[in-house]
C-alpha cells in the first residue's frame, strides 16, 4: 500500500509543478501581452485560474496528507498521546466523511453542465472540464486520506512493535 501511495505521490509532485508551470507562463504572457503590445487575450487567464484552482486542491490534499496545514496545536500538544492519537484518528474520519459528501455532490453539477452544453468564455473549452477538478480533487483527497488513515492504523495500533506503555510516555 505504502508502495502505491508513495507513486501516488510522485504523480502529485509532477502534476502540481506542472500546472504551476502553466500558471506562471501564462500570467507572464498576458502580463506582457497587456503592457507592451497592448492586447490582452483572455484565455491565458482563463487558463491560469482553472490551472490555480486544480494547483489549490491538490495542495490541499498534500498539506492534509503531510500534516502541514496551519492548526492550532496549543491545546493537543498537552494531552496524552493516547489521546491524540484518537483526536487525529476523529479528524481525518472528519475530512474523508466531508470529502466524500463534496466528491457526491459535485457529481450532478457535472451532470448538469455535460447536459446544457455550456462553453467557457476563453478557452470554449466545455464548462464540466474545469467542475471536474472539484470532483477530481475530493475523490484524490478523499483515497489519499483513506490510504494515510490505513497506513496510520498500521503503523500505531496493528503495529508488532506497538506496546501500550508508548502511548503514556
Known sequence: MERIVNILKKIENITVFLLFLIMVVMVFI???????????????????????????????????????????????????????????FITRIMVIYFSVMVFLNSLPLIKMQIKTGQLSPGLRAPMYLPYLTITIGFLIITLAQISTLIIDLKNTYFSKNYTYEEENK
Open 30 to 88: 498576458q502580463v506582457i501581452n497587456r503592457n507592451f503590445i497592448k492586447i490582452s487575450i483572455g484565455w491565458l487567464e482563463e487558463l491560469a485560474r482553472y490551472s490555480m484552482i486544480f494547483l489549490i486542491l491538490l495542495g490541499t490534499e498534500m498539506g492534509l496528507r503531510d500534516g502541514t496545514q496551519i492548526s492550532v496545536e496549543a491545546l493537543t500538544q498537552r494531552l496524552n498521546l493516547k489521546i491524540r492519537r484518537i483526536l487525529k
